[in-house]
């Protein structure tokens, strides 16, 4: 197990105060904190070898390539992907979605179905609905229940020939709760389904297997573990990404460009057109470098740890009622006080230095189920202490005083 002292070293924004208080961050799903050797690897880029990748025979863009193309192989292991050329760098999870709706549109007819659940967050809903609206193709739900997990026998009955996609997240940003995915996966392949898994906030906190999940596409954003916003990744089965038509046209996915026909560069760079995020990618590949370092069975038992100790103590809260109480769940948890408004605990919270999100969490369909406006979420990583919860724990028993 890691030291939390020597852990949070690396992280210099921790040690900053907020209204005159200790930061107190659990905003970790909405994004992560940022360690010094991920800032590092930004700085080397910027001080000693920026240079547009790909095209150049000089030196610093042969460097930067290199290294580009080395985050690309450290995802690949990461994910364990067959391929490096099944890794797509995006600028995130939202844009990796859009790219295979996009694709989907072509491929979908009047009439077929795709299939959601009801934990997701709004970017693994909107880009859906765009494309059923475009293709003529209805959008089923998977319910769920009080307790935040999703109704199996439901999916189950969704199923049939029809369906052409399904689309699920791993873990639900609002509530925390792992979904079976495995399942999820194996029974859309039987109708011969493709079935794309939204890892945003799974991957902070599990260390995703794409081959043993036999999953067609899986989607991640670097911010979210501990690397910079503004990239993330596709993950997609050779013979999907093959299948799937470019996303956007430009430099970089082109094989040969004439004003009659353009044929299109082999995979990956037949989806990324344009500069990427060249520095970025290579701080992602810096980030999962050093999330493995620390080691995903370590950082899950710890968070478990918080987790448990965090639910007990705010239950200890009279008037607290936590949303999303389901036995798979990571270490987020959503809640209220009684007849107090999320924003206005938040408000009180931050003038503490405790940095929580409130609000709908871009998952309005889950507050609807619960019929609220919103709640307040505080989601902890690994560079989280009891110390703090304790904290957050008396500035909503403050809170309460307060706003009651
Ligand atoms: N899906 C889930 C489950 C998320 O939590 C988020 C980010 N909150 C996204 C998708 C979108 O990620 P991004 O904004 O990095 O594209």
């Not at 299948?243 to 996915?253: A, D, F």
């Not at 069975?297 to 009622?321: F, Q, S």
Request: one cysteine or more; hydrophobic letters at 35%.
């Amino acid at each position: 197990m890691f030291k939390i002292e020597d852990i949070r070293k690396d992280f210099p924004i921790l040690s900053r105060k907020v209204h005159g208080k200790p930061l107190v961050y659990l905003d970790n799903g909405a994004t992560s904190q940022t360690p010094i050797q991920v800032i590092n690897t930004i700085v080397d880029y910027y001080s000693n070898y920026n240079a547009n990748i790909h095209r150049g025979v000089h030196t610093l863009s042969q460097e930067a390539t290199d290294k580009y193309e080395t985050a690309r192989y450290k995802i690949q292991n990461h994910f364990n992907a067959k391929h490096a050329h099944e890794i797509i760098l995006t600028s995130g999870t939202t844009e990796s979605i859009n790219l295979v709706a996009h694709g989907f549109a072509s491929l979908l007819k009047k009439n077929d179905e795709v299939i959601v659940s009801s934990l997701e967050h709004h970017s693994n809903i909107v880009p859906w609905q765009m494309l059923c609206e475009k293709t003529g193709a209805f959008l089923k739900v998977i319910p769920m229940n009080d307790e935040g997990d999703l109704v199996m026998e439901e999916y189950d009955k969704l199923l049939s020939k029809k369906t052409k996609l399904v689309f699920v997240n791993h873990i639900s940003n609002a509530l925390g709760t792992i979904n079976p995915i495995k399942y999820i996966i194996e029974k859309g392949h039987q109708v011969g389904a493709a079935v794309l898994i939204d890892g945003a906030q799974a991957c902070p906190h599990i260390k995703p297997d794409v081959q043993e999940l036999d999953v067609d596409f899986y989607v991640a954003s670097a911010h979210k573990m501990c690397g910079p916003t503004g990239v993330g990744m596709l993950y997609g089965k050779e013979s999907w990404l093959k299948k799937l038509p470019p996303y956007q046209g430009g430099g970089e996915m082109i094989a040969e460009v004439t004003f009659e026909k353009t044929t299109y560069a082999n995979l990956p760079h037949k989806f990324e057109a344009g500069t990427p995020n060249i520095c970025g990618g290579i701080a992602f590949g810096t980030a999962i470098d050093y999330l493995n370092n620390i080691g995903f069975d370590n950082i899950a038992t710890y968070e478990h740890e918080l987790l448990e100790y965090a639910t007990k103590k705010l239950l200890e809260i009279e008037g607290l009622k936590i949303y999303g109480t389901s036995k798979n769940k990571t270490s987020v948890i959503s809640f209220n006080l009684n007849g107090i408004h999320p924003y206005d605990v938040g408000t009180i919270l931050d003038k503490l230095g405790i940095a929580v999100r409130t609000g709908h969490h871009c998952a309005q369909p889950i507050m609807a189920y619960y019929k609220i406006p919103g709640t307040v979420r505080a989601s902890f990583a690994f560079y989280n202490t009891k110390e703090e919860i304790d904290v957050l724990v008396e500035g909503v028993k403050k809170a309460k005083m307060m706003l009651s």
